[in-house]
């Protein structure tokens, strides 16, 4: 039960996070197609692109916290049987 929890969070965040990168990145090539290469742009292409960096990690640290948390719960399941 608690592994179908587990598992249905990491999908959501997954889902979430795939989400917003994709607005991200449409957001990036929409700022590296307008072609002005003023600095505001390339300002505003920045901060999206760490923006991408940022959700990536998140989502890479809610894979390891479920799987750490999924795989606590098994062994504690093991050592009480």
């Not at 587990?6 to 197609?33: M, P, V, W």
């Not at 719960?73 to 093991?78: D, E, H, I, L, S």
């Amino acid at each position: 039960m608690a592994d179908l929890n587990l598992g249905y969070l990491g999908d959501f965040a997954a889902k979430a996070l795939g989400n917003a990168q994709t607005t991200l990145t449409e957001q990036l090539e929409k700022l590296s197609s307008s072609g002005s290469g003023s600095g505001l742009d390339i300002l505003a292409m920045s901060k999206v692109q760490i923006q991408i960096s940022a959700f990536s990690l998140i989502g890479q640290l809610i894979s390891a916290v479920t799987k750490d948390v999924s795989d606590t719960m098994k062994g504690a399941v093991r050592n009480i049987n």
